[in-house]
């Protein structure tokens, strides 16, 4: 999709843009608890702070504008918002339920999965988890509830031998994490601390995807209401579906939402909605990147 930017020479409308743009960032209401895991404090007293780097970021933006050029959404420079959208991975992990000799119950990673943001799979394996509870197979004597069929988990890689793998995907530090109920699979296959909070997208956490009284609705809840999608129909479900799922929620409800952005991503936001709604075909650009 292509749009004609505004070539007209307008000194004065130029400025009034660039005011519009920093009273719309300024005045927007910010929020502790949905900035929670996305970004610094620190930014939250630079409101009023015309510095030297915003006013680059609105020169930027605003040259854009006065080019002589056509720009394609396709061609134009990723916003920061897009360059992480591209690094985004989501994980699912199911399990196996079983209940020992001694009345014990345990939840065993059974099966695992990680997606890239096109749903692409980076990973995926069956996982003996028995060592995520330092048990021994060999002399537990157990008996299977549900979850991951025995034939399927039982015989596959311990989870100490899939971890090498799982870090090399979800340690990078510019990798954020997205899952619904991520804190349980990260905790379930030892990664909770590999994975810090400010690299966590949990789908359950968002207000957008919570229920009117802010509980976590389920994946399966979700997925049927806001992405008109059916997942988790069969008795073992699937963790590329619920994963793909939780990554298309998150990108759609969450990732682009202004009320979640940090100061920057906002002046981004602003100016891109405001350049859009001058530009002579009358069409708005994609701000997220879409064709």
Partial sequence: MER??????????RLNLSANIISAVSSHRFDRVSFKNRIDWHQ???LN?????????????LAASSTNTTISTSSAPLTRLQREAQRLVAIDVEYAHILSSTGQRYQLPAE??????????????????????????????????GGIPRREWLPAPKLKE????????????????????????LTSLGLDKAVPLTRRR???????????????????????????????????????????????????????????????DLVEYYASQMLGGESSSGEEGDWKGND
């Fill in 4 to 13: 004609t930017c505004f070539t007209s020479p307008a000194p004065k409308g």
């Fill in 202 to 264: 949990d789908t359950m956490r968002y207000a957008a995807l919570q229920g009117p009284s802010g509980f976590g609705r389920t994946l399966q809840e979700l997925a049927r209401k806001k992405l008109q999608r059916d997942i988790q129909v069969e008795s073992c479900h699937d963790p590329a579906e619920d994963a793909i799922a939780a990554m298309d929620l998150y990108l759609q409800y969450c990732h682009y939402d202004p009320d979640l952005m940090g100061y920057d």
């Fill in 44 to 46: 939250q007293q630079q």
């Fill in 112 to 145: 695992i999965c990680l997606v890239d943001y096109r749903g692409k799979i980076l990973f995926r394996s069956f996982c003996n988890g028995f060592d995520a509870y330092s048990l021994d197979p060999k002399t537990l004597e157990f008996e299977h509830k």
């Fill in 162 to 185: 899939l971890r090498p793998d799982l870090l090399k995907i979800l340690g990078k530090k510019d990798v954020p994490v997205v899952g619904h109920n991520l804190g349980k699979d």
């Fill in 49 to 61: 702070t015309y510095s030297h780097r915003h006013r680059h970021l609105l020169s930027t933006a």
